[in-house]
């Protein structure tokens, strides 16, 4: 007899009890793994009735959801999801945003603020000086100093005026004007001026800055970044972190396999990269006479609801020994990283909104079986994720 068989012989030796829990507060209630049994009556693509389960693990699941492309950048076929640590080749299309909105290219802070586009890049080590005029005397000025690094992302927010000090070589020439007209009285009034600024907010450091017209500099409405990454081939982390989504891309060579891959990424084949998106899942695997399954249960879902022994209500440790030997054998006939980094479709009751579970803030309850819901800061309401996870990426 293997072992296998043996493991699942000795499955009808727990005592089921009469507790039908949902799968989410399953996870916040025992500790991980545990095996389990489907309700009766449940309803779970994949499962059978009365289907033995052994709850694996939680973990976060990044993906990237991505469409496929057909000639015209037109998208076709279902969405399917890409695991930001998938091990393919990716190389950069033309984009459909710089097809409508050519990029564009400046030498000052005036060339931008005519153009006025909703964001800007530093294309170089820019630092520029002004002497503020900060009191009611002239003599009252203060220095400000300008630095902006090479990839400063620039929304720009509007423009403005502000004071400054005036140079003694601006001065000198003013006095000679005023000495010619007769005027030298309005000399000592001639101390400050207005000096049109573009107003900014720097990504980097979170901060609105006020750029002068006259600062000179190179700028582009697209990173230096992405227009490096214009040229040569790059893993899908690397274009999701250093380019601005949505991007459409191209897989250039043979790509790698995985055996849970639900879709085949083609070479060739062109794809839109839309958003990135963080779920927490639930990984299990069924356990069957013949075979091991994997299968996982997102925490924005309903949870269906499973029996649990009786042992594990009364504490019985001779039920963890076996929870432990199933687990051990289950690590051993499957990889749940590769299962984690296979390339899926998108389930269709997953939101279009882009918007990922999160965790609850603090230690209320935000209801059970999936069906709660908690707000975070004012903004959507997500699925709670029971504080007690020690979650893992996948």
Known sequence: MDLGTMLYNNLKDIT???????????????????????????VVEGLRDNDYLLIHSCRQWTTITAHSLEEGHYVIGPKIEIPVH????????????DVKEPVQYFNSVEEVAKAFPERVYVMEEITFNVKMASGECNEDTEVYNITLSTGDELTLMGQAEILYAKTSKEKSRFNTIFKKIGKLNSISKMGRGKMPCLICMNHRTNESISLPFQCKGRFSTCSPTELQMQDGEHTIRDIVEKTRLPVNVTVPGSPPRNQHDLHLIREGHRYKLVNVQTKTVVVCCIL??????PVHFPFHMAMPRFIVPEELLQGELWLDTMV????SFCQEQFDIDDYSRAVRDVRTDWNDDGKSPKKCSGNGSCGGSGGGSCTSNGGPNYTQIPSSLKLRSG
């Open 16 to 42: 089921w009890s009469t507790t039908s829990l949902p799968l989410d507060q399953l996870v916040s209630s025992y500790r991980l793994p545990q095996i389990v049994k489907l309700d009766n009556g449940q």
């Open 86 to 97: 998938y091990e393919g080749q990716f190389k950069l299309l033309e984009q459909d945003r």
């Open 288 to 293: 069957r006479s013949s075979k091991i399954i």
């Open 324 to 327: 432990h030997r199933w687990f």
